[in-house]
Each structure stands twice: as structure tokens, then as C-alpha cells.
């Protein structure tokens, strides 16, 4: 699947992928080593603990070098009226009458516990370029849909959230 990313989203990935490859990737070797010195292989649970954490961590490597080379890279920027990555949301649900707040993001950055909303959600598509006042609707699905008001987008600049794992 083809991830939409900031540059901001590449630059912390390609972190991640140096600190795997340069730190992680030798405690990991080293781990295996060191178990494997502690005698008998099929009663060595340290072992194979060892082996599955360096296997973890050359398939986390290889994921992501993966979603670099397939991904699209976007733009960040919106008007300062619209609604953008990075902006925070207050939004009406009409059909509930309640209010919520979400941080509009890529789809890497998603986590609707901490409402981190992606663009490519229906909620993240509906809003994304609309402005303070507009009705919006909300297509889940070809049978269901719901509308919600913008109530107000403040902008932000919070480079601190880490990318999640898969």
C-alpha cells in the first residue's frame, strides 16, 4: 500500500532505520551471542528469545525501507483558514449533537485513542480543505453517511509524535 508522508514523516523514518541498523541491530548480534554461549541450544530459552528480537528488528527494517521507496510524498501546507495535516479540529456531530477535537495526520500517525485522525479516514478526507463554519458530509460507506460541522481549526506545528509500528 502506497503511505502518503510528510517530509517530516521520512526524516523520523529514516531515523528510526539508522538507529535499528547502527544501535539496535549490534545489542541484538550481541544478545544472540552471548545466549548462545550459555550451553545447550534446545533447552536455551535466552536464545531463542535473542533470535526473535533480532528477527523483529531486520523485518521492522525492512518495513520500513519498504514504505519509503512505495510511498507518495505531500505537501503539508494548507490556507491558514483551511483545514490541514497538523491542524487541530473542533468538529459538531449533528446526528449526536456532541463536539470532538482531532489532529488531522497521515495515516502512519493515526491513532483514533489519542484522536489523531488520518487523512485517508472518512472524517480526515471530508474535512481536510474545508474551513471554520462549512457542513461537512461524511461518507462511510455507499449506504451511510452523517454530517458535522467545522467548528474551529487552530494551527499547529508539534513535530514530536513518533511514528507507530505495524
Not at 47 to 53: R, V
Not at 110 to 133: C, D, L, Q, T, Y
Amino acid at each position: 500500500m502506497k503511505e502518503k508522508l510528510t517530509k517530516k514523516d521520512v526524516e523520523k523514518i529514516e531515523q528510526e532505520i539508522e538507529h535499528r541498523k547502527l544501535v539496535v541491530r549490534k545489542e541484538a548480534i550481541e544478545d544472540v551471542k552471548t545466549a548462545r554461549a550459555h550451553g545447550d541450544l534446545s533447552e536455551n530459552f535466552e536464545y531463542y528469545a535473542a533470535k526473535k528480537f533480532k528477527n523483529q528488528n531486520e523485518s521492522r527494517i525492512r518495513y520500513l525501507e519498504n514504505m519509503l521507496k512505495t510511498a507518495t510524498i505531500i505537501e503539508e501546507n494548507s490556507k491558514d483558514d483551511e483545514v490541514g495535516l497538523d491542524d487541530i479540529v473542533e468538529v459538531y456531530f449533528e446526528e449526536d449533537d456532541e463536539t470532538e477535537k482531532y489532529k488531522l495526520v497521515t495515516s502512519i500517525r493515526g491513532n483514533s485513542m489519542e484522536n489523531r485522525v488520518s487523512i485517508e479516514s472518512p472524517i480526515g478526507k471530508a474535512i481536510r480543505g474545508h474551513k471554520a463554519g462549512d457542513r461537512v458530509e461524511v461518507r462511510v460507506s455507499s449506504d451511510y453517511s452523517y454530517f458535522l460541522v467545522i467548528r474551529s481549526i487552530e494551527k499547529n506545528d508539534d513535530e514530536d509524535e513518533e511514528i507507530r509500528g505495524f
